[in-house]
């Protein structure tokens, strides 16, 4: 009885039009000395043909007219829907601009706070951040929705957005005032006051990321 | 005939909703055929096949013209019949006391074992036993056995429209002929 499931195996695959022919010799060999896989096999063959003939079965008469008559009326949305689903694109470039738009507006609405970039040693007073004198902030500078007053030194470039610099209280020093603030600041000093140049600062700062990106690898 | 089909589904896709009423005729003892031999029972057949039909019209933005419209609207009949089969839960128990009596359980109120006779007549006959015998397979034999022989698609076709591997499809083939062998080698 140790052919059977070998046998069997074989059988199947025969049965799957998946033989090969050493294969089917094999079996037929096998079936001409061994009465049990004959059995077995013409079990399997009649097995299949009692199933196949079932008589095929037929839908009701009223089958079609049942379906068209519950068919879902054509919607107006299945247009737009359509249209989305053949121009992709188009659709991609929408939802990219709107997600885009959506973004950069509420960012600029949303925060209210007063927010730095996060060095040590930096003052806040009455939505003014203060360098303070004896203090050099190392790296770059970026103050959201204050004023920045710079009394120390920034080694690095300085963004104020929607704020402004106040000038050093000190009026002796003001004539000097503006060399002295230039030297102060060793980087650039970039004011973002409205919305556009909010988009403007987005935009470039998105730019200068994917550049860097590019030069780092 | 595919290339019919292929002009009627365009259309379908245009809104031309008439035209869908020539594929429902053209493919409805198929999948009439599907959903009967694998729930067993007409009523329930003809409403998943008429449930079939309409999800295909439905979605028929999704199907990719490149393939075969009839393996699509396949899958859609066995994926809802299984779903079916699977949700199926008795309604009530054999064991469970009736209501209002003592000691009278649900087995007390089913039929005496001997059929009538003209139901020993029906019952004897082969293609009703052939039927429930198929209907006694599990489900994912049921599937295979109900396309490969009653539908007769091929083994890739029927790997397709039940989204799985061709191997696994001869698997539950072998399985499900030497099941059915074993009922049905004393009839």
Same mark, same amino acid.
């Given at each position: 009885?140790?052919? =059977?499931?070998e046998v069997i195996a074989l059988m199947h695959k025969y049965l799957d039009d998946d033989l090969t022919q050493p294969e089917e010799k094999k079996l037929r060999f096998h079936l001409?000395?061994?009465?049990?896989c004959q059995?077995h096999f013409h079990e399997l063959k009649r097995t299949i043909s009692l199933v196949k003939s079932?008589? #095929?079965?037929? $839908? #009701?008469?009223?089958?079609? $007219?049942?379906?068209?008559?519950?068919?879902?009326?054509?919607? =107006?949305?299945?247009? *737009?829907?359509?249209?989305?689903?053949?121009?992709?694109?188009?659709?991609?470039?929408?939802?990219?601009?709107?997600?885009?738009?959506?973004?950069?507006?509420?960012?600029?609405?949303?925060?209210?706070?007063?927010?730095?970039?996060?060095?040590?040693?930096?003052?806040?007073?009455?939505?003014?951040?203060?360098?303070?004198?004896?203090?050099?902030?190392?790296?770059?500078?970026?103050?959201?929705?204050?004023?920045?007053?710079?009394?120390?030194?920034?080694?690095? &470039?300085?963004?104020?957005?929607?704020?402004?610099?106040?000038?050093? &209280?000190?009026?002796?020093?003001? #004539?000097?005032?503006?060399?002295?603030?230039?030297? +102060?600041?060793?980087?650039?000093?970039?004011?973002?006051?409205?919305?556009?140049?909010?988009?403007?600062?987005?935009?470039?700062?998105?730019?200068?990321?994917?550049?860097?990106?590019?030069?780092?690898? | 005939?595919?290339?019919?089909?292929?002009?009627?589904?365009?259309?379908?896709?245009?809104?031309?909703?008439?035209?869908?009423?020539?594929?429902?005729?053209?493919?409805?003892?198929?999948? +009439?055929?599907?959903?009967?031999?694998?729930?067993?029972?007409?009523?329930?057949?003809?409403?998943? $096949?008429?449930?079939?039909?309409?999800?295909? @019209?439905?979605?028929?933005?999704?199907?990719?013209?490149?393939?075969?419209?009839?393996t699509?609207? *396949?899958?859609?009949?066995?994926?809802?019949?299984?779903?079916?089969?699977?949700?199926?839960?008795?309604? +009530?128990?054999?064991?469970?006391?009736?209501?209002?009596?003592?000691?009278?359980?649900? @087995?007390?109120?089913?039929?005496?074992?001997?059929?009538? #006779?003209?139901?020993?007549?029906?019952?004897?006959?082969?293609?009703? @036993?052939?039927?429930?015998?198929?209907?006694?397979?599990?489900?994912?034999y049921?599937?295979v056995i109900v396309l490969r022989f009653l539908d007769e698609l091929s083994l890739q076709e029927i790997a397709e429209v039940l989204?799985i591997p061709v191997g696994t499809v001869k698997t539950r083939i072998h399985r499900g002929r030497e099941?059915l062998r074993? =009922?049905?080698?004393?009839?």
């Amino acid at each position: 009885m140790n052919c =059977k499931q070998e046998v069997i195996a074989l059988m199947h695959k025969y049965l799957d039009d998946d033989l090969t022919q050493p294969e089917e010799k094999k079996l037929r060999f096998h079936l001409q000395s061994c009465s049990d896989c004959q059995a077995h096999f013409h079990e399997l063959k009649r097995t299949i043909s009692l199933v196949k003939s079932s008589s #095929p079965i037929s $839908a #009701p008469g009223d089958f079609t $007219a049942n379906v068209m008559s519950n068919l879902p009326q054509q919607k =107006k949305r299945n247009h *737009y829907m359509r249209w989305f689903r053949n121009h992709p694109f188009f659709t991609a470039a929408a939802v990219f601009f709107l997600m885009m738009f959506g973004g950069v507006f509420s960012a600029w609405t949303e925060d209210q706070q007063v927010t730095v970039s996060k060095q040590e040693n930096l003052v806040i007073q009455n939505q003014v951040v203060i360098v303070p004198e004896d203090v050099t902030v190392e790296g770059d500078l970026v103050v959201r929705n204050g004023d920045l007053r710079i009394d120390g030194a920034v080694n690095g &470039d300085v963004t104020i957005i929607n704020g402004d610099i106040l000038e050093q &209280d000190s009026v002796q020093d003001s #004539p000097l005032e503006g060399e002295k603030y230039m030297a +102060y600041v060793s980087g650039e000093v970039n004011e973002v006051n409205q919305v556009f140049e909010w988009m403007w600062y987005h935009t470039k700062k998105t730019l200068e990321g994917v550049f860097s990106l590019g030069n780092g690898e | 005939m595919e290339n019919v089909i292929k002009q009627k589904i365009k259309q379908i896709k245009k809104g031309d909703q008439a035209a869908f009423e020539d594929v429902v005729s053209f493919y409805q003892n198929k999948v +009439y055929q599907i959903c009967f031999r694998m729930i067993g029972n007409a009523h329930e057949a003809e409403d998943l $096949a008429q449930e079939a039909f309409i999800r295909a @019209y439905t979605n028929i933005d999704r199907f990719d013209e490149r393939r075969k419209f009839s393996t699509w609207l *396949y899958r859609i009949a066995t994926n809802l019949t299984i779903d079916r089969i699977r949700k199926k839960k008795p309604d +009530y128990f054999l064991d469970a006391e009736v209501k209002g009596t003592e000691g009278l359980n649900m @087995y007390s109120q089913l039929a005496a074992d001997q059929a009538l #006779p003209e139901e020993e007549v029906e019952s004897l006959e082969l293609q009703t @036993y052939i039927h429930k015998e198929i209907l006694a397979l599990p489900p994912k034999y049921r599937s295979v056995i109900v396309l490969r022989f009653l539908d007769e698609l091929s083994l890739q076709e029927i790997a397709e429209v039940l989204e799985i591997p061709v191997g696994t499809v001869k698997t539950r083939i072998h399985r499900g002929r030497e099941t059915l062998r074993k =009922k049905l080698r004393h009839v």
